[in-house]
Nanobody, 129 residues
Framework: QVQLVESGGGLVQAGGSLRLSCAAS????????MGWFRQVPGKEREFVGA????????MYADSVKGRFIISRDNDKNTVYLQMNSLKPEDTAVYYC??????????????????????WGQGTQVTVSS
């Protein structure tokens, strides 16, 4: 089992920044590919970005590319989502998720929520115009 706890959400004005954190406990954090997703009421959970188990590669949704940065500190069992130049359309509940790293899988595989094994409870991000 892996427990994930997000923090850092809140209310920010458009153009501002927030940094979300996701602290993991349980099994070996460095064995997991980590993803960030977001969801608004009435819509499906949307991929935001992901980072490989050792942090060597990242990928982002087109909607956040160039504005959001994912990083991780495996010594602290934590993954981060730095969100810059926030827009009202970024308003959502943000979730971190962990997927066992699988050899030969990459790219699109980690964009799919059902491929993740563990989820946090989510943190609300609200961007005012």
């Amino acid at each position: 089992q892996v427990q994930l706890v997000e923090s850092g959400g809140g209310l920010v004005q458009a153009g501002g920044s927030l940094r979300l954190s996701c602290a993991a406990s349980g099994r070996t954090f460095s064995n997991y590919h980590m993803g960030w997703f977001r969801q608004v009421p009435g819509k499906e959970r949307e991929f935001v970005g992901a980072i490989s188990s050792r942090g060597g590669s990242t990928m982002y949704a087109d909607s956040v590319k160039g504005r959001f940065i994912i990083s991780r500190d495996n010594d602290k069992n934590t993954v981060y989502l730095q969100m810059n130049s926030l827009k009202p359309e970024d308003t959502a509940v943000y979730y971190c998720a962990a997927a066992v790293s699988r050899q030969g899988y990459g790219g699109v595989y980690y964009m799919v929520p059902s491929n993740y094994d563990y989820w946090g409870q989510g943190t609300q991000v609200t961007v005012s115009s």
